[in-house]
C-alpha cells in the first residue's frame, strides 16, 4: 500500500467495525486506502483522474470516475466514507450528490484534516446527517451519522458563471478560479498576442478561460484543452459552448493521454493536490513539453515567482524567457530548438 494521508489513517482505527459494510469511499481521496480495504464490498468515486488511474487498476469497475455518481454504483453500498476536500463548494456539491442518491439510514462518516475545514460538516449536514464527533488523531476529525432525510440534487443548480472581456465562463464548485479570473491567468493572458495559428494545447484547463480567450482572439488556431478535474472538463466544454468556439476537451493526466505535436503549450499549473505542495503536475508539464512540440513550438506558462521553474525550464530547454511578472507570479516562455 502507498503511504497513506492522516485521514486515512484515523479510518484505519475503525476497520474492525466496517467489516460487514458495503462501502463507498468519495471525496478528497489520495491513496490506495479503498483497494485494500477490507469490507464486505467497496467501491470508490472521485472526480479527479489521476486519483481513480491509483484506484482503478486494483478495484476495476468498482472504482468510477466522473462529476456526479451513477445510480449502479449508489446501489452497491449502504455506508460512506466521504473525504472532506479543501474546499466547501466542493464538499457541498458532491454530497448532495451523493446523499440524494444513498438510502434512508445509510451510515456516513466524514473524516478530514482540521485545517481544510471538516468540522463544518456538522452544520452542513444538519437536518440530513446529524453527525457526532468519534474520533480525533493526526489532526483530523471523524464525524459519524445515519441519513436521515435525502438532499436535493440538480446539477443545473450549480452553475456559475461570469465575464472576461465579452465572453462568458462557465464554472462548478471545485474548479481552480471558480468565481472569477485570477490574477495568475489574466497576467498569461496578457502575453498572448491575437492572431496566433496551428496547435495549442491548454494543460489544466480548469474553467477553460485560458484557450477560450485564446481562441477567440486567433479563429485559426486549433484548440485542444486538458484536466484531470472531472469539473473542470465539464466546465471547459460549457465555457467553450456558451461562446460558440471550437475544442476538443480530454481526460489527461498532464501528458498521459495526450498524442500528436502542437506549437504551443499554455499553462497555468497547479502546485497543490489538496492540501498538499505537490510540484509533480508541473514538472511533467516542462519536461514533457518537448515530446509534444513541434520544433521552434514554444511552452508558455504562468506560476508562482517563488516556485523552482527557471531550473527546470533552462535543464529541458536550454533556455528560458520571462515575458512578464508582478509580484506574485512569472509568465514563462520556453522554446523547443532542432537539438531537443
Same mark, same amino acid.
Given at each position: 500500500?502507498?503511504?497513506?494521508?492522516?485521514?486515512?489513517?484515523?479510518?484505519?482505527?475503525?476497520?474492525?467495525?466496517?467489516?460487514?459494510?458495503?462501502?463507498?469511499?468519495?471525496?478528497?481521496?489520495?491513496?490506495?486506502?479503498?483497494?485494500?480495504?477490507?469490507?464486505?464490498?467497496?467501491?470508490?468515486?472521485?472526480?479527479?483522474?489521476?486519483?481513480?488511474?491509483?484506484?482503478?487498476?486494483?478495484?476495476?469497475?468498482?472504482?468510477?470516475?466522473?462529476?456526479?455518481?451513477?445510480?449502479?454504483?449508489?446501489?452497491?453500498?449502504?455506508?460512506?466514507?466521504?473525504?472532506?476536500?479543501?474546499?466547501?463548494?466542493?464538499?457541498?456539491?458532491?454530497?448532495?450528490?451523493?446523499?440524494?442518491?444513498?438510502?434512508?439510514?445509510?451510515?456516513?462518516?466524514?473524516?478530514?484534516?482540521?485545517?481544510?475545514?471538516?468540522?463544518?460538516?456538522?452544520?452542513?449536514?444538519?437536518?440530513?446527517?446529524?453527525?457526532?464527533?468519534?474520533?480525533?488523531?493526526?489532526?483530523?476529525?471523524?464525524?459519524?451519522?445515519?441519513?436521515?432525510?435525502?438532499?436535493?440534487?440538480?446539477?443545473?443548480?450549480?452553475?456559475?458563471?461570469?465575464?472576461?472581456?465579452?465572453?462568458?465562463?462557465?464554472?462548478?464548485?471545485?474548479?481552480?478560479?471558480?468565481?472569477?479570473?485570477?490574477?495568475?491567468?489574466?497576467?498569461?493572458?496578457?502575453?498572448?498576442?491575437?492572431?496566433? +495559428?496551428?496547435?495549442?494545447?491548454?494543460?489544466?484547463?480548469?474553467?477553460?478561460?485560458?484557450?477560450?480567450?485564446?481562441?477567440?482572439?486567433?479563429?485559426?488556431?486549433?484548440?485542444?484543452?486538458?484536466?484531470?478535474?472531472?469539473?473542470?472538463?465539464?466546465?471547459?466544454?460549457?465555457?467553450?459552448?456558451?461562446?460558440?468556439?471550437?475544442?476538443?476537451?480530454?481526460?489527461?493526466?498532464?501528458?498521459?493521454?495526450?498524442?500528436?505535436?502542437?506549437?504551443?503549450?499554455?499553462?497555468?499549473?497547479?502546485?497543490?493536490?489538496?492540501?498538499?505542495?505537490?510540484?509533480?503536475?508541473?514538472?511533467?508539464?516542462?519536461?514533457?513539453?518537448? +515530446?509534444?512540440?513541434?520544433?521552434?513550438?514554444?511552452?508558455?506558462?504562468?506560476?508562482?515567482?517563488?516556485?523552482?521553474?527557471?531550473?527546470?525550464?533552462?535543464?529541458?530547454?536550454?533556455?528560458?524567457?520571462?515575458?512578464?511578472?508582478?509580484?506574485?507570479?512569472?509568465?514563462?516562455?520556453?522554446?523547443?530548438?532542432?537539438?531537443?
Amino acid at each position: 500500500m502507498s503511504a497513506l494521508t492522516p485521514a486515512s489513517e484515523v479510518i484505519l482505527r475503525h476497520c474492525d467495525e466496517l467489516l460487514g459494510r458495503r462501502i463507498l469511499f468519495a471525496g478528497d481521496l489520495q491513496d490506495s486506502l479503498p483497494t485494500q480495504f477490507e469490507a464486505l464490498d467497496v467501491h470508490a468515486h472521485t472526480q479527479q483522474y489521476h486519483h481513480w488511474q491509483l484506484l482503478q487498476q486494483a478495484m476495476q469497475q468498482r472504482a468510477q470516475f466522473g462529476l456526479t455518481i451513477s445510480k449502479q454504483t449508489i446501489a452497491a453500498c449502504d455506508t460512506l466514507i466521504y473525504y472532506w476536500p479543501k474546499s466547501k463548494q466542493e464538499a457541498q456539491f458532491q454530497l448532495a450528490d451523493i446523499l440524494s442518491q444513498l438510502p434512508l439510514q445509510s451510515e456516513i462518516f466524514i473524516v478530514g484534516e482540521n485545517r481544510c475545514g471538516v468540522r463544518s460538516a456538522e452544520t452542513l449536514l444538519q437536518g440530513y446527517v446529524p453527525l457526532t464527533k468519534i474520533d480525533s488523531a493526526r489532526r483530523c476529525g471523524l464525524y459519524y451519522g445515519r441519513l436521515v432525510q435525502q438532499t436535493k440534487f440538480s446539477l443545473s443548480d450549480w452553475w456559475h458563471s461570469y465575464p472576461v472581456a465579452e465572453l462568458q465562463i462557465n464554472t462548478l464548485p471545485g474548479v481552480f478560479s471558480r468565481d472569477a479570473l485570477d490574477v495568475g491567468s489574466a497576467l498569461l493572458l496578457s502575453t498572448l498576442q491575437p492572431g496566433l +495559428k496551428g496547435k495549442i494545447l491548454d494543460v489544466g484547463c480548469g474553467s477553460g478561460v485560458i484557450g477560450t480567450v485564446l481562441a477567440s482572439q486567433s479563429p485559426k488556431v486549433k484548440l485542444t484543452l486538458s484536466d484531470v478535474n472531472a469539473a473542470a472538463l465539464a466546465s471547459s466544454e460549457a465555457t467553450l459552448a456558451a461562446n460558440n468556439l471550437q475544442g476538443e476537451v480530454l481526460t489527461s493526466n498532464v501528458y498521459s493521454n495526450i498524442t500528436g505535436y502542437f506549437d504551443m503549450i499554455v499553462s497555468n499549473p497547479p502546485f497543490h493536490d489538496g492540501l498538499t505542495t505537490s510540484l509533480s503536475a508541473a514538472q511533467t508539464l516542462i519536461r514533457g513539453a518537448v +515530446k509534444h512540440l513541434t520544433i521552434g513550438g514554444e511552452l508558455r506558462l504562468v506560476a508562482n515567482a517563488f516556485l523552482p521553474y527557471p531550473d527546470i525550464l533552462d535543464a529541458t530547454f536550454g533556455n528560458h524567457e520571462v515575458l512578464a511578472q508582478n509580484g506574485r507570479f512569472k509568465v514563462y516562455k520556453a522554446r523547443r530548438s532542432s537539438g531537443r
